[in-house]
């Protein structure tokens, strides 16, 4: 009885998230991430399992070739969804001094509190594993040609393989992350780790992200590329274990079918897919049995990991205070008298600056922005990355391009992050010393962005494309994606009339709609510009002046008409409500 | 200079404050006193413009407040009764980031905020997450806050809430000489004592209505009572406090 209280409470705990209103009904939340997670697991298979209809005459070696990408997309994407789930629920997956506080003084033994936090985090898990991949196993038989006579047997064989490696891959993903966890806290103690959990889940994030974002280009040709001959690169990646151990379990189904002769077109194709998947039997075996040791060995990590970290109930953090230094006052200096000019701009500047590295929501729209960009840069970059362009002429327009996608998607999360306020219930702040002039309190937003976040990302790339493009262009891009930034945060704060980071949130509607448009939008547009680009340069350097002129006129015309339309001085509106994110119907009358 | 005319507040239905008049003037310290419940707080925010009234007007030196709250927020300083603050900065980012809205000049900005950290004793904490901070160094962090920009009125709510001894006597020393350079304070608070010594006319509010409006030698001619506190138990008391501890006591200690 007294477990069961404290796995309830522990089971609500993960609703008190930063990214969750605390008036938020959690029956609507449960109901939009759970329906989320069914619909896009559903989609998926569903938009996978047709290929195998609109194919139906297909043989069984082309198909089982086929099946061994799909089965690595879904191992992938159950491992990679299970391993974000468990970096969102970051802070909530182990007791906290909080918990400390209100349950320290009960008389609960520390085991049974231990205990019950396990078993909320394990439910959750187990919930959210099973949810994501009941779609993909129930339509693993229609991922099957129709006239491949597998039958009964078979079907239920290749549903409960599917059922079985995806829950394990999905768990191993979740097992790996809180292994990272616990096993560091285990190492560096809980102060020290306080001190770079921020960090590493930021990165995590983003690592994770893109691997998701990259996963359905990187889920084609698997049996030729990895598994045609076992290589360090087969061994070390840990969906490969799991598509191994699907094809232990249940590779046989389709191996085993009669091969009668195929089209003739068809014919060596067929053979050689056979050849090539039987030719990895022995590698399957291996990979099953890392697949199902590494598992155990998590698990075990995890467990004692998150045993040792249990020996006492944590206490609450106690802050290093922040050192005044000499750069400190040389970079406040800068800000104050060269990057803002009035206080208000000064206030949205530093009060951006405070807000978005150290409040969790903000860092994750952060680092998936940097997520979507850098999977960006790498599907259209590709083996381009490295090559070293010596004439500008025959420059590829993706390589140009890759820094405005970047860019992109960095000032559009930065977007995201400012919509959402710091910390609502303290917004009176505002309401209290507000002085009604937003414009000047979103230029001193802008500029944050723009310095803490653009710059060192231009920074960055600008070393890849001197060494890539030369130092000559790489200036001239360095300039053209500058302008680029300013112009689009510009762009997407115009008609902004909320208070960033202190205003209610409140969605975008329609944002399915306008999202499509705007992604489209975005891409036509870094094309664009990396062409124009290319053409100045190409043309000389009078061009360029030319063309780093223009996008600095666009920008003071997009700045001109914002001002034009804004009033002198607008009136806080702190608690906008929300459209409701479902509809409901009303039936208790 | 501030003026509340038949302020009143209703919550889904239920009316929390209910006309409630009283001025306020220059010099002038009001003690605002009331039960648990009673309205205090409501009456506080609806003066500030934090809380819309559902009836009734203030007045900011004859202006409806409604109509400009902007210009009458930049002459008021509020406590509220509950320190809430962004728990990720320091006291030194969190007053830098009001003085800067209230568009304070920067020098005099850094020399205020230093100098009162100092005198609030709150200066070896400044650079420490307000996360870190107890009940009472938040209150300061608030009270501070409210002074930066040197405001016409002050609206304390409860401001010595969590506060020690010797900050809770600095601030009833404050408040006389802050009214003695003309400011005018409104001072509600539960510590009668402290309302007692420091203020020149007492209000007394229960059940959402003003039941008491006069200096404390006035309150004490017409309700039969020595100290602040005997009125203050005359005015608003439904129940006997000996008796309720002793039924209290009796609930703890029984096993039915």
């Keep these: 009885m007294r477990e069961r209280l404290l796995v309830r409470l522990f089971l609500l705990r993960f609703f008190e998230h930063d990214l969750v209103s605390p008036d938020a009904d959690r029956r609507e939340i449960l ?46 994407a159950s491992m990679l969804v299970m391993a974000l789930l468990a970096v969102a629920l970051w802070d909530a997956l182990a007791l906290d001094a909080r918990d400390a506080s209100v349950l320290g003084i009960l008389p609960i033994p520390r085991g049974v509190v231990v205990r019950s936090k396990f078993v909320a985090v394990a439910l959750v898990a187990v919930t959210t594993d099973a949810a994501w991949n009941l779609a993909p196993t129930l339509m693993r038989v229609v991922a099957v040609p129709l006239k491949l006579p597998i039958g009964l047997k078979g079907a239920l064989t290749l549903t409960l393989a599917q059922g079985v490696v995806t829950l394990a891959a999905g768990a191993f993903g979740f097992l790996a992350v809180l292994a990272l966890r616990e096993g560091l806290t285990a190492v560096v103690g809980q102060q020290r780790f306080r001190a770079i959990s921020s960090a590493l889940q930021a990165a995590l994030l983003v690592v994770l992200t893109s691997g998701l974002l990259l996963l359905p280009g990187s889920s084609t040709g698997v049996s030729r590329t990895w598994l045609a001959h076992e290589s360090l690169a087969t061994r070390a990646l840990p969906p490969l274990w799991f598509v191994g151990l699907h094809e232990s379990l249940a590779g046989s189904v389709l191996d085993r079918l009669p091969r009668t002769r195929p089209e003739n077109y068809l014919l060596v194709a067929e053979r050689n897919a056979t050849n090539l998947y039987r030719q990895g039997w022995p590698l399957y075996r291996r990979l099953a049995k890392v697949a199902v040791w590494s598992l155990v060995v998590f698990s075990l990590l995890t467990v004692t990991a998150c045993m040792w970290n249990a020996r006492r109930l944590p206490t609450p953090a106690v802050r290093r205070r922040r050192q005044w230094r000499r750069t400190d006052r ?89 919509q959402l306020p710091a910390e609502l219930h303290a917004s009176s702040t505002f309401s209290l010393a507000w002085n009604g002039n937003l414009q000047q309190y979103l230029s001193g937003v802008k500029r944050a962005g723009l310095v803490a976040f653009v710059l060192p990302l231009l920074a960055v790339l600008f070393v ?23 112009l689009l945060m510009q762009t997407l704060l115009v008609g902004y009339r909320r208070v960033p980071l202190a205003s209610a949130y409140v969605p975008s509607q329609d944002l399915k709609f306008r999202g499509v448009l705007y992604v489209t939008a975005l891409a036509v547009i870094c094309a664009a510009l990396a062409w124009i680009e290319r053409t100045a340069l190409a043309a000389g350097p009078a061009y360029v002046v030319v063309l780093e002129i223009a996008l600095v006129g666009v920008i003071a015309g997009v700045k001109v008409f914002d001002r034009s339309h ?24 | 200079m501030l003026e509340a005319r038949h302020l009143v507040k209703r919550f889904f239905g239920v009316t929390v404050v209910n006309d409630v008049s009283f001025q306020l003037h220059r010099g002038e310290v009001v003690g605002y006193l009331g039960p648990n419940g009673s309205g205090k ?66 020098a005099l900005l850094g020399k205020k905020i230093g100098a009162l950290l100092e005198l609030f004793g709150l200066s070896h904490a400044a650079n420490r997450d307000i996360a870190s901070y107890s009940k009472g160094m938040k209150q300061r962090v608030m009270l501070i806050a409210a002074l930066l920009h040197d405001p016409d009125v002050l609206i304390l709510d409860e401001p010595d809430s969590g506060l020690d001894v010797t900050t809770t006597l600095v601030l009833r020393q404050l408040v ?3 009214a003695r350079r003309g400011k005018a304070v409104l001072y509600s608070s539960h510590v009668l004592e402290l309302v007692e010594k420091a203020c020149d006319r007492v209000l007394v509010i229960h059940q959402g209505r003003l039941v008491a409006d006069g200096t404390v030698a006035a309150l004490q001619r017409v309700v039969t009572g020595g100290s602040l506190e005997e009125v203050f138990s005359q005015l608003v008391r439904s129940d006997d406090p000996e008796r309720t501890a002793a039924d209290i006591a009796d609930v703890v200690v029984g096993h039915a």
């Design chain 1, 464 to 486: 890849w494309h001197a060494a890539v493009l030369g130092v000559r262009v790489a200036l001239v891009h360095f300039a053209t994606g500058l302008a680029f930034s300013m």
């Design chain 1, 31 to 76: 109901s939009v991430v759970g329906g989320g997670l069914v619909a896009a697991s559903l989609f998926v298979s569903t938009l996978l399992a047709l290929r195998y209809q609109f194919n139906n005459f297909e043989p069984p070696g082309l198909t089982q070739v086929q099946s061994i990408d799909d089965r690595f997309f879904f191992v992938s």
């Design chain 2, 41 to 106: 707080s409501t009456t506080a925010k609806m003066l500030t413009g934090l809380l819309d009234t559902s009836g009734g007007t203030v007045f900011f030196e004859g202006h409806d407040i409604a109509r400009d709250p902007i210009r009458f927020r930049q002459r008021i300083g509020y406590v509220p009764e509950e320190a809430i603050l962004y728990s990720f900065q320091s006291a030194i980012e969190y007053l830098e980031l009001v003085g800067q809205l209230r568009e304070l000049e920067p």
């Design chain 2, 176 to 178: 006389r000489v802050l």
């Design chain 1, 566 to 589: 804004a009033t002198s001085t607008t009136a806080l509106q702190l608690h906008e409500e929300p459209v409701l994110p479902t509809q409901r119907l009303n039936l208790a009358g």
């Design chain 1, 330 to 418: 040389a970079w406040r200096f800068i800000v104050a008298r060269f990057l803002t000019t009035t206080s208000v701009q000064r206030a949205g500047f530093w009060f951006t600056l405070q807000t978005l590295p150290r409040r969790v929501t903000h860092r994750v729209l952060l680092a998936s922005g940097a997520a979507v960009g850098l999977s960006l840069i790498l599907i259209t970059v590709r083996e381009r990355l490295v090559t070293i362009q010596a004439d500008v002429a025959s420059i590829p327009i993706a390589v140009l391009a890759a820094q405005s996608l970047l860019l992109s998607a960095v000032v559009t999360g930065f977007r995201r992050a400012i």
